[in-house]
């Protein structure tokens, strides 16, 4: 499948809202899909369509509370924090291959433990974090950093 084409099947479950900050909507708008990935897309996809619920990534744009789940620009909260503590931040979120969601009626470890049963699917080495700080994380986290040692699908905690 072309990006452009892919682009459009995503926008059938989800709008670019979703995936950006408001700040970045306002400067891009509709232009923003040019953040992602290709690989991040299509697993964002295979996982709509393969679990065949609803997804939840960003609500800022509906009066929610989430704004920094999908790509992290350098006015997000999360990396000018880490910016004014010269701390180096290179997560996935800012390199528009990571995103962090909920899937309706499945837990995290429900939809981690869908994504490795279903690994075959996805056409990318992909990561899964577990755990922050020594606890089970109540959403899902994917990104499609390319490690040669790691497997298929790899489960991490922070």
């Given amino acids: 499948?072309?990006?452009?084409?892919?682009?459009?099947?995503?926008?059938?479950?989800?709008?670019?809202?979703?995936?950006?900050s408001e700040a970045v909507y306002k400067k891009h708008g509709e232009t923003a899909w040019f953040i992602f990935q290709t690989e991040i897309l299509v697993c964002l996809l295979l996982i709509r369509v393969g679990t065949g619920q609803p997804i939840t990534i960003n609500t800022w744009h509906k009066g929610g509370r989430f704004d920094e789940r999908g790509y992290r620009d350098n006015l997000s909260e999360i990396v000018a924090s880490k910016t004014d503590n010269d701390?180096?931040?290179?997560?996935?979120?800012v390199l528009g291959i990571a995103l962090d969601f909920t899937v309706k009626g499945m837990t995290a470890n429900a939809v981690r433990k869908w994504i490795v049963e279903n690994k075959d699917m996805f056409p990318c080495k992909i990561r899964l974090e577990r755990k922050y700080r020594g606890e089970f994380i109540s959403w899902v986290?994917?990104?499609?950093?390319?490690?040669d040692k790691n497997p298929k699908v790899y489960l991490f905690d922070v």
């Fill in 1 to 20: 499948m072309e990006r452009a084409e892919l682009i459009q099947e995503v926008k059938k479950y989800f709008q670019i809202q979703e995936l950006v």
């Fill in 87 to 93: 701390q180096l931040y290179t997560s996935g979120h």
């Fill in 141 to 147: 986290h994917i990104d499609t950093k390319y490690y």
